[in-house]
């Protein structure tokens, strides 16, 4: 009688590391250059390169997904049901989720990604799963404000710490930050540098915010400005608000927000809008012709399809809150986290722009990875809430958390200089470390060198990095303002001497005068005096203008 014995050959699988991912689908911010493609690029290079080494082991990563319900595309706003829905579907997925990253929008955010969580980790103990905000920026600390909606909790409460120690923002900064960041960048430096000289005293300013919860603080410290006196109001001069509102979701034309804004003689309206709508108000401000300008913060427009989109060029001049500008342009100094993230961002999603929303994912990923790796075998979530707080250095700086475990406050780290009675001096600067945002301005592909397809942001504020630029001004509001580097209404021998005092001059030496740089290439040459040359003694019609 014949035997036989049966070989199997059993591949042995990688024990797997699962971390849900829950964001705004369908939205910009969750895809294409989103939560979901910055989550896959870390799992992608991370397994890539063997994996997490947990203890001598690797582990692979896993991804599940799932909607947050931010934006319901049948009634066009947020529904907290479907919400709650999803994560309860998310939290009961086999194999168990270990880790979540995720959160945009504050008011599914807060009711049902954060406290569906919690609910959870308060039955599972020893099993509970940590979880990183990287799109919501909603308050942290008190403004005063009885609408604000917090997000972070102070953890210096004992009943607090015991059921939030599990959260922790990965990105962007808070609501205070954000505003702290445009209030500088308006005072320190446009105000007093450009519109005040331009239309002169009160600088009358607008505000429009979509009416959504994580614009409240924003809304309410904006509609202030001797909040921060006298951030708004350097060397005397007056910042007031002409006129603010907020959008409900559903709008779709602006022509009448646009006219009160102009009937209070506004030129620079302060956004804050995560919603396509946005595009449609950059649009209409250059269809209709207005003389005005945006500065604030539009998620959309961190896109590389904003320019197309807005009818390839109407988001010109537009200054909006970033992480990152056009990268492919900046020279050495920018920081190379950020370089080699936004080059392999572009080489696996087609070209598309990594928005903050992707880096906050992609950098939690990691932060998820190296607190693993140093915890080794026998990890449990307890043991790693202290390597979490450590902090980490990602993508554009060192993450520190604070008392809300939010992200360090990095008001220590900005240095202010005063304008001074001249106008001379400069606006918020920062020194390395901390992550933070940026100011960035949408300006054509065709004045950086070699010539760029389309529209490109670059770096306004801070202004002391070798890559930032000068701030442009929409020659729909002064055609002359490129050329006239002292905002005195006529290019003459005052600004040709400016760029020959800082002639050869570039950005980190001490004769570079950033406004002397008109053809934005990094350097004052023949180039900028012969631009002005070409306009010697044009005047602006009057001055200031009306």
């Known amino acids: ?244 509102a907020r959008v409900p979701t559903s709008t779709t034309d602006f022509t009448s927000y646009l006219n009160s804004l102009e009937a209070a003689n506004v030129h620079v309206i302060v956004t804050s809008f995560t919603l396509p709508m946005a595009e449609t108000l950059v649009s209409q401000i250059k269809s209709q012709g207005r003389h005005m300008m945006v500065v604030g913060i539009n998620t959309p427009a961190q896109e590389k399809d904003h320019w197309s989109r807005t009818n390839n060029g109407d988001c010109e001049y537009e200054v909006i809150s ?45 932060g998820i990875k190296e607190a693993l790796e140093t915890a080794g075998a026998g990890w449990t979530p307890t043991g790693l809430l202290p390597t979490l707080l450590a902090g980490r250095n990602a993508l554009t700086g060192v993450i520190r958390y604070d008392a809300f475990q939010d992200l360090y406050s990095h008001a220590a780290e900005y240095t202010i200089t005063w304008m001074n009675t001249t106008g001379t001096g400069i606006a918020s600067t920062a020194s390395p470390g901390y992550a933070r945002n940026d100011l960035v301005q949408w300006i054509s592909g065709s004045k950086v060198s070699p010539p760029v397809t389309g529209g490109i942001m670059t770096i306004v504020d801070l202004v002391n990095q070798l890559y930032s630029r000068k701030t442009q001004i929409p020659p729909a509001m002064y055609s002359l303002s490129l050329w006239d580097v002292n905002f005195d209404g006529i290019v003459d021998m005052m600004d040709i001497s400016t760029a020959a005092r800082g002639f050869m001059a570039v950005p980190g030496q001490t004769q570079y005068n950033i406004e002397a740089d008109v053809n934005l290439d990094g350097i004052i040459d023949m180039m900028d005096i012969s631009a002005m040359a070409m306009r010697f003694m044009q005047t602006a019609p009057t001055w200031p203008l009306p």
Not at 330 to 343: E, H, I, L, S, T
């Open 322 to 366: 970033n992480y990152a500008g056009y990268v492919p342009s900046f020279p050495d100094g920018y920081p190379p986290k950020m370089v080699a993230f936004w080059n392999h961002f572009m080489g696996n999603y087609s070209n598309n722009w990594p928005m903050y929303t992707a880096q906050g994912a992609y950098d939690a990923i990691y």
């Open 1 to 244: 009688m014949l035997s036989f014995t049966a070989i199997y050959r059993i591949s042995a699988v990688p024990p797997t590391i699962t971390i849900g991912v829950v964001g705004p689908d369908p939205l910009a911010e969750w895809t294409p250059g989103g939560m979901k493609e910055g989550a896959e690029l870390a799992q992608l290079e991370i397994n890539g390169a063997g994996g997490i080494n947990i203890g001598g082991t690797p582990y692979t990563i896993s991804l599940v997904l799932a909607n947050e319900w931010a934006y319901d595309p049948g009634t066009g706003t947020y529904d907290i049901t479907k919400a709650h829905a999803s994560m309860a579907t998310l939290l009961a997925n086999s194999p168990a989720i270990q880790f979540i990253v995720g959160g945009f929008r504050t008011e599914t955010t807060r009711a049902a990604v954060i406290e569906d969580t919690m609910d959870y980790n308060a039955g599972h103990s020893g099993s509970e799963i940590p979880l990183f905000i990287c799109g919501a920026a909603t308050e942290a600390n008190d403004t005063g404000d009885p609408n604000v909606w917090y997000l972070c909790q102070n953890l210096t409460n004992p009943t607090t710490y015991a059921r939030y120690k599990w959260v922790f923002r990965a990105t962007p900064v808070n609501g205070t930050v954000l505003v702290r960041s445009l209030i500088y960048y308006l005072g320190q430096y446009l105000f007093p540098k450009k519109i005040l000289p331009m239309y002169g005293t009160p600088v009358k300013y607008g505000v429009l915010m979509e009416d959504l919860r994580w614009c409240d603080a924003i809304y309410y410290t904006m509609n202030i400005p001797n909040l921060f006196y006298p951030f708004l109001n350097p060397y005397g001069g007056n910042a007031v608000v002409g006129y603010a």
